[in-house]
């Protein structure tokens, strides 16, 4: 589900950015990542935490994606803007990701699950595109924050099939994501660290090539090209 213009207003401020900051300062302190790594964000928004990816993990490659094509042109341009590290974009829904398998050894999502309907799915996609071992850095939010009288009034998210921590807790073990790291705040949301289990006797795939999607009147284009 893309974001409402209030949400679209919040992820590109600065309360946002802070928040983000604070939160990708989490994820390190508990779970570096190697320099050279791909990264796949999902959400990428406005492209504030792609800019803090790139400098707090030192990634060889950025995949970039978001479901609202606006989101993804602004992350593009804003970007482009003093960023040397290669970094590749491109119109999604999280729970289709054009990526093939075993793309990324890392995916990260800031908030982003809780805006996908079918968000079972969506978790087993970033478990697809995870490299053995891979790890997946993710903040998310609960319905009793986001659903309240107040908030539901502010902001549309789906309404069916909402997750709380122990929800969350049941899908990774499904989908053979183990959580190494949570920090929950009851009522509110949760940041977590998993790592894709190695099943015995897997071989590595190749990594996914990418392309840049091309700018067709100023707009990103929406096919997949993954």
Known sequence: MKLD???RWFVKSPVRRLMQALVVRWF??????????????IGCGAGAGARMLARQF??????????????????????SQGESLAAHFCVGDAARLPF???????????????????????????HR??????????????????????TRRLARHPTHDRFAGGDLREAFARVEIDLRH?????????LGVGVKKRRNGHRHAQHCP???LPKENGRTDRHRLF
């Open 28 to 41: 390190r302190a508990v779970r570096p990542l190697s320099p050279g790594a791909v990264i796949l964000e």
């Open 210 to 212: 990418v392309k840049t």
């Open 58 to 79: 030192s990634p060889r490659r950025l995949l970039l994606t978001d479901i609202d094509h606006r989101m993804v042109a602004l992350a593009q341009e804003r970007f």
């Open 182 to 190: 949570t920090f929950e705040l009851k009522h509110f949301g949760i």
């Open 100 to 126: 093939r398998n075993e793309a990324a050894h890392a995916v990260f999502g800031f908030g982003f699950l809780h805006h996908v309907p079918a968000w079972r799915e969506g978790l087993a996609e970033i």
């Open 5 to 7: 213009p209030l949400e």
């Open 129 to 150: 595109v995870l490299k053995p071992e891979g790890i997946y850095y993710f903040e998310e939010y609960f319905p009793s924050l986001y659903q309240n009288f107040v």
